[in-house]
């Protein structure tokens, strides 16, 4: 799945979702061989949590429960 798949469905950008992966929110992220990212349903799992727990929880929260 395409970054720009996820966003679009989140109503995030894909600036978001590398933030979420800098901050080890979701798991490691394979490449193309073009070097480009390519998301599974596991990653979009795991942004949808995110999201979802956002509104309740700050970020450093959400880093130490996942």
């Not at 600036?15 to 061989?33: I, W």
């Not at 070097?35 to 795991?46: C, Q, T």
């Not at 942004?47 to 130490?64: G, Y």
Request: charged share 25%; hydrophobic share 40%.
């Amino acid at each position: 799945m395409r970054p720009v798949d996820i966003a679009r469905k989140l109503g995030i950008s894909t600036t978001t979702l590398r933030k979420y992966e800098a901050f080890g929110l979701a798991p490691p992220v394979p490449r193309s061989r073009a070097g480009y990212r390519v998301y599974s349903d596991e990653h979009l799992a795991y942004f949808s949590c995110i999201r979802e727990m956002l509104p309740a929880f700050s970020m450093t929260e959400i880093e130490k429960d996942l």
